[in-house]
T-cell receptor, first 114, second 120 residues
């Protein structure tokens, strides 16, 4: 167990629907990052939150949004889903430079849009 | 802009062979971090190593070793005496030096990954 918890592990939904992916960071970590892994795009950075504030955005579609709550867990909302949104979505957390591992990844949520 | 290139898409070896996975990076930052992750068939990302831009010492951990050369912007990974359990996708990644007021890492930029298959 890496200490980063992602739920659900698997999600199957239809096109046009909306889903919410949840991430609980490792205890004490203030930063949460979301990544999307698809066959054609590889591992792509989506968004970074630090202590509740958005810090950086990557290739995140307008149909996608995220937030980090006061208890530091984060949610990634995907709406108007398309077949191409099928991917493995990872969350990672960090506690700053002093932790040897840097980023700790969750086990991912595998989203299948049918 | 940061970029990581893993030119080897797939590598196939026979057990006990040594194998080197190449990684070349581009960044304008003077402070940055380099990582290697392993993604086995089960899908999770397993941390292997972190190296900062000021530490060019090579590192060895069991059968794994890493060669960091700033002069060629490379951070190569060698597995000695490969085993079937080493079969996985390996990612090299680069992080900005700091974000969020210097208290957090910036985003990770990943290479495309190298699929390593070790045959018995």
């Amino acid at each position: 167990d890496s200490g980063v918890t992602q739920t659900p592990k698997h999600l199957i939904t239809a096109t046009g629907q909306r889903v919410t992916l949840r991430c609980s960071p490792r205890s004490g970590d203030l930063s949460v990052y979301w990544y999307q892994q698809s066959l054609d795009q590889g591992l792509q950075f989506l968004i970074h939150y630090y202590n509740g504030e958005e810090r950086a955005k990557g290739n995140i579609l307008e149909r996608f949004s995220a937030q980090q709550f006061p208890d530091l867990h984060s949610e990634l909302n995907l709406s108007s889903l398309e077949l191409g949104d099928s991917a493995l979505y990872f969350c990672a957390s960090t506690g700053g430079f002093y932790r040897a591992h840097g980023y700790t990844f969750g086990s991912g949520t595998r989203l299948t849009v049918v | 802009a940061q970029k990581v290139t893993q030119a080897q898409t797939e590598i196939s070896v026979v057990e006990k062979e040594d194998v080197t996975l190449d990684c070349v990076y581009e960044t304008r930052d003077t402070t940055y971090y380099l990582f290697w992750y392993k993604q086995p068939p089960s899908g999770e990302l397993v941390f292997l190593i972190r190296r900062n831009s000021f530490d060019e010492q090579n590192e060895i951990s069991g059968r794994y070793s890493w060669n960091f050369q700033k002069s060629t912007s490379s951070f190569n990974f060698t597995i000695t005496a490969s085993q079937v359990v080493d079969s996985a996708v390996y990612f090299c990644a680069l992080s900005e030096g700091s974000n969020a007021g210097g208290t957090s890492y910036g985003k990770l930029t990943f290479g495309q990954g190298t699929i390593l298959t070790v045959h018995p």
